[in-house]
DNA sequence: CCAAATAACTGGTCAGACCATACTATACGA
DNA sequence: TCGTATAGTATGGTCTGACCAGTTATTTGG
């Protein structure tokens, strides 16, 4: 009578971790290029010893959902491998003007999630975004520009679009991007005119998006990333 | 004169063992169904703490080389054993109709692939396009559909866009999704009214490009990817 | 000679320690 | 006041030792 019972339960710990980590990522609650905290930290707020929680990091890595630097921390790496884009990367780094291609199809996906973000999100989701678009301003009234606060708002409206490969795709095109662009970027956007017009564009996706006017949605994504194409031609040459 | 030296080697302990038992297995050294000494054994085997062997087994056992069951031992695996290791394919594994998804990630970067290669195609482009499509039609005037046909026409369009990333991303897409969607789509293109309907929306979208109206060509490529995809959902259903 | 009790062994987990390096903040000097 | 040097902290990698809960092999008692 043995096919009456089933086999006893014996989850590994490092499993559960791997499944609950796995989830994170996969629903876009982790998003590549985040760091997670340091192993230390993580045990405790897990509640499992060092042991349990590096073989399940171990496994994520094996698996390409994080990687581990030495001494530098943990990362969450982008899982889109639809997009291979590591054997691009020599290519940007003999002309940097092909980032401007990157970019483009950056822009086609972009637009997508906005006209789609329009009509399928949620209040949640509208609320994330407009937490993300309000970080860029500080209480003073200043406004700071950094390239988290750029990918996690742009990102939030990918995830608003219910699609979780045009997620990771996004993600994964601008963590790519990162290392070519981010000197630039940060760099033009110091300037307080620069600061003001990337906000204002950002505002006026969110408001497309809020009133679920796909087509506006579209066309302000469109012109917000034309715009930081622009500058970004600009300031190759 | 850094130049001079290049970065230090810090291979983990636990890569060398991975590497080492990967060669034996490979070798035939160790043959599936066998066990290896226990982890205490092993470890003044090798030499290695037990934290670096568990990482390394650990490791092994993700690739799939190796199987450990507790309590009974570590086994060398049959390597034809399909594993399936990238974490979006496993997405996709476990719910069908999250390829729709995908595809409208296709379809986003296709539209702007016809609305690009409008403008930027050249004469030789155009003919490129124009022999794919031929392909779909034989002397005889029947109609053939294949999937690698259709890949080809529809990435010479991106080619004609004239975008690197977009002929990569398409090329990726439409190559992960293979495995999932081949067989589906062949399947139902063997009937003649679908190979028909299929051919005469390509040739839509040629006509379109060769207008250089880039609207039009967006609308088209829209029109015969929307269909493709209801297409797709109304056989999971 | 067989069955029951026991010892040895298994992988899984936790804890604590140490290492080498990378990052950061503080203090000191110009 | 600014910039640099230094000390302190945080990082992942490794090792050791211990305990647990089952499995397997061995010994012991009938």
Redesign the interface.
Known sequence: MESLFQEVQ?EKV?DKIVDQL?RL??EGKLTPGHRLPGERKLIEMLGVGR?SL??AL??LE????IEIR?RKGIFVRS???????DP?KK?IQEDQH?VV??Y??R???E??SAF?AASAHTAADLETIRNHLNRFTEPSGALTFSWQHDLDFHCAIARASH????V??TIGILDFAREFIQPILEGFALSATHSATIVEQHRAIYTAIAARDGAAAREEMKIHLDWTNQKLVEHLN
């Open positions: 014996v490092s796995c990522i996969q042991s590096r073989e171990n496994k094996t698996l390409g959902y030495k899982i889109d491998s639809t997009l291979q884009l691009l290519l092909k291609q990157l483009e199809v822009s086609d996906i637009q997508a789609a699609n979780l490969f045009r990771h795709a």
